[in-house]
C-alpha cells in the first residue's frame, strides 16, 4: 500500500537526472522514484501532468523571530540596523510575538517551496519552536547566544555558563521532537569568548548536530579579532580546532584566499545569505568558495535584512549577483544553484542523510511545482528554469515529511488569512512597544 | 458622471505623497485624487479598503520579440549568447512568432503590474505591434536596426537608406495608432554607422519621439569605438551631437566619471536592466550616476538576458546590488527606486507628460496591489515595500489607459491559458527550426 502517487510529472531529484515519472510516499518517506508508478494500491494519487517536482528548498539562514520586523531596517546603514532597529526590536518582543513571527515566517516559507530552514534563533527559542511546528515544516532550531563583549543590549546579558545551560535545556526539550532538532549557536564573535565558542563545537558534536555563527560579516569584524586575537575570524576559528563540517559559517563576505582555503581544507559550509549581503554587508566571493571546493547553501537571512523571505528569490540574486561580480556568465550555473538550495543546503546542516533530494528512503520533503504562467512555460530547459524564471506564484503544493502543508496553493493547516491579519496588528504593537513609530 | 471610482485605498501617487482615499477615473483619464471621493456618480465603483493604487510600472527596455527564446541564453559566455543563440533565434522567428512573443511578453508586463514599455524592436514589427495592441498595454515601438559592421546575421543587412525608410514607414502606421508610438532605434555601434546615428537622432527629434540605442555594453564595445572613430562611445555619441533627452542610452553598463558626466550635462537618459546586466554584461555603476544627475529609468531586457520579466523583481534587484556594489545601504532608497520605475520611465522615454504618475488629467495607467500575503502584510512602511518586499503576486488588478487589462487576477481581453500553451509549443517550434534542440 502507498500513501500518496504523484505523477506523471518532470521529476528533479537533484542527486540524480531528471525523468518523467511518478513518486511515492509511503509512511513519510519516498518509497519509490521511477518512470512507471508500483502496483501497488495508493490512498491519495495526484495527477501532476505538466508539473514539476523537486525536493523542498532548504533555507541554512532563516531568523523567524524578525519576521514581525519587516521593513524596519530599510535603507539604513549595519550600526542603525543593528543599534536602532533590530536590538529594540528583539527587546519588545515577547514570547507569544515570537510564536506568531514564527508561524508567519514559516508560511512565507511554504509558499516559497522551503520545507527546511536553520533558525540561528532569538530569545524566545520555546515560542519559535512552537510556531514553527504548527505550520509543520523542518527545522534546526538555535537560540541567539552571547555571553561577552560590548554592545549587547540589557537584558540580554548572561555568563558563559548561563548561555550553556540555556541551550542545554533547549536540546533537551526540542532535539528530535517532531520535526524540529536543535542546533547550538554562536552569533558573532564580537560577542562571544573562546570559552563559549570552544564549549559550544564540543556540545554540537555531542548531540551530532551543527553550529551556526555568523562570520567574517563585515571588515570591521575581522579588524576586532585580529585586535582582540591576534588573527582574523576564520583563522582564529581554526586555532580552536571550531572550523569543520559542523561549523556553519553563516555569511562569510570578507574573506581572503586563504580564508576560503581553511574552509574548503577543514569542510566548513558557508550559509550564502545573497540579498541580505549585498543589501547591508558586501559582496562575499561565492563564486571563488566554489571554486576551491567550499560546499555552500543558501539562506534567506530575516525579514529586515531581506524583505523577500524566499529561496527562489535567492537562488535568482546568488546566480545573478556572482555572474556580475566575477563578469563571467557560466559562474553558478543553474544546476549548482538549484543543488545549492537543496541537497548542499541539508548537507551544510548535517541532514543531508534525512532530506535535501528525493531519493528513496529519505523523508517525502517535497514541491510540486505548476510550469504553466507567463513566467516559465515558454522556458527552453525546465530545470535551468527552475532557478533562473521559477517565482513563487509557480509553487502549488507543498509536503514536509509526507504530510501535505499546502495544496493547490491553499495551506492545510492554517487559516492563513486570520493569521496574517493578527500578524500584522502584532508587528504594528512591537514598533510602538520598541518606539518605532 | 464618472467612469471608475476607485478606494478608499493607499494611494501612490510617486510624484506627491501618499494618501488613503480616491482615484477616478473618466474618459480614460484621471479626474480626481484626494481624500474623499466626488459627488458625482460612479459607473463603476472598486471598493479597495487595505489595497495600494500606484501608477502603472515603466518598463523602458523589453524586447517583446525574444519572449519566446526564455532560456536560451541561460549560463553562456556573451559571444555564444549572441552568434549562437540569440540571432539564429532572431532569424527562425516569422511575422506570427512575433506577433505571438510580443502577445505572451505583454501578458507577463500585465501581471507585473507593468503597463508601459519600450520596446527596442526586432525584424517583425508589425507582428509586434499587433501582439501588443492586443495586449492593450502601451508601447513605444521600435525596429531594430543596424546598416554596417561586421557579424550581421545573414538575411539582416540592409543600407543606411534601407534602415531608414523602412523606419519611416513604420512611424507613419504605429506612431499615435492606439496606445503605439514609435521610436527610431540604433541596435549598437558595431552595427552603426555615423550617417546612420546623426539621420536617425534628426528624425526622432522630427517626430517627437526618442531614441533607443544599446550603448557602452562590454568594454569590448569602447575599445571598438576608440579604434574605428576616435572616441568611446559615449564620447563619440557627444561629438555627433546625438546624446540629448531624446536618446535612451540602454545599459551604460561601462562608463568612466567623464563619460557619466557627458550623460548628466546633456540630459541623456539611461535604461538600467539589473538582471540582464549582472547576468551578462557586468555592474553598471547606477548609483555614481544618480549622484551625477542622470535621469535612470528601469527595464528588463528580453528573456533570455533576464528570464524574469518582472519590473517589481528588477527594483528589488537593482536596489540591493547597487547597496553591495557601493557596500552603502542607503544608495538606491526605495522612494527612489519606485520613481525610477515609474516617473523617471515615463520622462526617460518623453512621456511623462503623458503617464508615470498618479495626477489630475494623466491617463489612467494604474495598479491595484493586493498586500494582503505573507511576503507583505506586516512591512513596517507599505512604500518601502512597494520596492522591498513586493512581488507579483501582489498585483490585482491592473489599468491602461482606463480600461481593465486584468481584474482580481483575471485578464479580461485574452485567453491567457491558450496562448501560454500555444507560446510554450511556437517556442519549441522556434528552437527546432533555429538548430537548438
Same mark, same amino acid.
Given at each position: 500500500?502507498?500513501?500518496?502517487?504523484?505523477?506523471?510529472?518532470?521529476?528533479?531529484?537533484?542527486?540524480?537526472?531528471? /525523468?518523467?515519472?511518478?513518486?511515492?510516499?509511503?509512511?513519510?518517506?519516498?518509497?519509490?522514484?521511477?518512470?512507471?508508478?508500483?502496483?501497488?494500491?495508493?490512498?491519495?494519487?495526484?495527477?501532476?501532468?505538466?508539473?514539476?517536482?523537486?525536493?523542498?528548498?532548504?533555507?541554512?539562514?532563516?531568523?523567524?523571530?524578525?519576521?514581525?520586523?519587516?521593513?524596519?531596517?530599510?535603507?539604513?546603514?549595519?550600526?542603525?540596523?543593528?543599534?536602532?532597529?533590530?536590538?529594540?526590536?528583539?527587546?519588545? =518582543?515577547? %514570547?507569544?510575538?515570537? %510564536?506568531?513571527?514564527?508561524?508567519?515566517?514559516?508560511?512565507?516559507?511554504?509558499?516559497?517551496?522551503?520545507?527546511?530552514?536553520?533558525?540561528?534563533?532569538?530569545?524566545?527559542?520555546?515560542?519559535?519552536?512552537?510556531?514553527?511546528?504548527?505550520?509543520?515544516?523542518?527545522?534546526?532550531?538555535?537560540?541567539?547566544?552571547?555571553?561577552?563583549?560590548?554592545?549587547?543590549?540589557?537584558?540580554?546579558? %548572561?555568563?558563559?555558563? %548561563?548561555?550553556?545551560?540555556?541551550?542545554?535545556?533547549? @536540546?533537551?526539550?526540542?532535539?528530535?521532537?517532531?520535526?524540529?532538532? /536543535?542546533?547550538?549557536?554562536?552569533?558573532?564573535? /564580537?560577542?562571544?569568548?573562546?570559552?563559549?565558542?570552544?564549549?559550544?563545537?564540543?556540545?554540537?558534536?555531542?548531540?551530532?548536530?551543527?553550529?551556526?555563527?555568523?562570520?567574517?560579516?563585515?571588515?570591521?569584524?575581522?579588524?576586532?579579532?585580529?585586535?582582540?586575537?591576534?588573527?582574523?575570524?576564520?583563522?582564529?576559528?581554526?586555532?580552536?580546532?571550531?572550523?569543520?563540517?559542523?561549523?556553519?559559517?553563516?555569511?562569510?563576505?570578507?574573506?581572503?584566499?586563504?580564508?576560503?582555503?581553511?574552509?574548503?581544507?577543514?569542510?566548513?559550509?558557508?550559509?550564502?545569505?545573497?540579498?541580505?549581503?549585498?543589501?547591508?554587508?558586501?559582496?562575499?566571493?561565492?563564486?571563488?568558495?566554489?571554486?576551491?571546493?567550499?560546499?555552500?547553501? &543558501?539562506?534567506?537571512?530575516? *525579514?529586515?535584512?531581506?524583505?523577500?523571505?524566499?529561496?527562489?528569490?535567492?537562488?535568482? =540574486?546568488?546566480?545573478?549577483?556572482?555572474?556580475?561580480?566575477?563578469?563571467?556568465?557560466?559562474?553558478?550555473? *543553474?544546476? @549548482?544553484?538549484?543543488?545549492?538550495?537543496?541537497?548542499?543546503?541539508?548537507?551544510?546542516?548535517?541532514?543531508?542523510?534525512?532530506?535535501?533530494?528525493?531519493?528513496?528512503?529519505?523523508?517525502?520533503?517535497?514541491?510540486?511545482?505548476?510550469?504553466?504562467?507567463?513566467?516559465?512555460?515558454?522556458?527552453?530547459?525546465?530545470?535551468? *528554469?527552475?532557478?533562473?524564471? &521559477?517565482?513563487?506564484?509557480?509553487?502549488?503544493?507543498?509536503?514536509?515529511?509526507?504530510?501535505? =502543508?499546502?495544496?493547490?496553493?491553499?495551506?492545510?493547516?492554517?487559516?492563513?488569512?486570520?493569521?496574517?491579519?493578527?500578524?500584522?496588528?502584532?508587528?504594528?504593537?512591537?514598533?510602538?512597544? @520598541?518606539?518605532?513609530?
Amino acid at each position: 500500500m502507498t500513501d500518496v502517487r504523484i505523477g506523471p510529472a518532470l521529476v528533479v531529484p537533484v542527486d540524480a537526472p531528471p /525523468f518523467t515519472g511518478y513518486v511515492e510516499v509511503t509512511g513519510g518517506a519516498i518509497s519509490h522514484l521511477g518512470e512507471a508508478p508500483t502496483a501497488a494500491a495508493a490512498a491519495e494519487t495526484v495527477g501532476a501532468t505538466g508539473r514539476i517536482v523537486v525536493p523542498g528548498f532548504v533555507n541554512t539562514h532563516c531568523h523567524t523571530s524578525q519576521q514581525l520586523g519587516r521593513g524596519l531596517g530599510d535603507d539604513v546603514d549595519l550600526l542603525t540596523w543593528l543599534h536602532e532597529r533590530i536590538w529594540p526590536y528583539e527587546l519588545a =518582543l515577547t %514570547e507569544a510575538d515570537a %510564536e506568531l513571527s514564527a508561524l508567519v515566517c514559516a508560511i512565507e516559507q511554504i509558499r516559497n517551496g522551503t520545507t527546511l530552514i536553520a533558525d540561528p534563533g532569538g530569545r524566545h527559542v520555546d515560542g519559535m519552536a512552537r510556531g514553527i511546528a504548527a505550520a509543520g515544516i523542518r527545522a534546526l532550531l538555535g537560540r541567539s547566544s552571547m555571553d561577552s563583549g560590548d554592545g549587547r543590549p540589557k537584558g540580554d546579558r %548572561e555568563s558563559t555558563a %548561563e548561555v550553556l545551560a540555556a541551550q542545554d535545556d533547549l @536540546a533537551a526539550r526540542w532535539h528530535g521532537n517532531g520535526r524540529l532538532r /536543535f542546533s547550538y549557536t554562536l552569533r558573532t564573535i /564580537f560577542n562571544c569568548s573562546d570559552d563559549l565558542i570552544t564549549a559550544t563545537v564540543e556540545r554540537a558534536r555531542a548531540l551530532g548536530s551543527v553550529v551556526q555563527m555568523h562570520v567574517a560579516e563585515i571588515p570591521e569584524e575581522n579588524a576586532h579579532t585580529v585586535a582582540t586575537r591576534g588573527a582574523t575570524t576564520v583563522r582564529h576559528l581554526a586555532r580552536l580546532g571550531a572550523l569543520g563540517p559542523d561549523l556553519l559559517a553563516v555569511h562569510a563576505v570578507w574573506l581572503d584566499d586563504d580564508e576560503i582555503e581553511l574552509l574548503a581544507s577543514s569542510g566548513c559550509p558557508v550559509s550564502h545569505n545573497a540579498a541580505s549581503n549585498y543589501k547591508i554587508l558586501g559582496s562575499p566571493r561565492i563564486a571563488d568558495m566554489l571554486d576551491a571546493g567550499v560546499l555552500v547553501g &543558501l539562506g534567506t537571512d530575516g *525579514a529586515p535584512s531581506n524583505n523577500r523571505m524566499s529561496m527562489i528569490d535567492e537562488m535568482w =540574486l546568488a546566480a545573478i549577483a556572482q555572474k556580475g561580480l566575477r563578469r563571467d556568465p557560466t559562474v553558478l550555473p *543553474a544546476a @549548482a544553484v538549484l543543488r545549492m538550495a537543496t541537497l548542499d543546503g541539508a548537507r551544510a546542516l548535517g541532514m543531508a542523510g534525512l532530506v535535501g533530494s528525493l531519493a528513496l528512503g529519505k523523508r517525502a520533503d517535497l514541491v510540486l511545482l505548476d510550469p504553466f504562467t507567463a513566467n516559465f512555460a515558454t522556458a527552453a530547459d525546465p530545470v535551468s *528554469a527552475l532557478v533562473t524564471a &521559477l517565482k513563487s506564484e509557480n509553487v502549488e503544493s507543498v509536503m514536509c515529511d509526507g504530510e501535505w =502543508l499546502m495544496r493547490d496553493r491553499r495551506l492545510t493547516r492554517i487559516d492563513e488569512g486570520a493569521v496574517l491579519a493578527e500578524a500584522a496588528a502584532r508587528a504594528a504593537a512591537v514598533r510602538r512597544r @520598541a518606539g518605532m513609530t
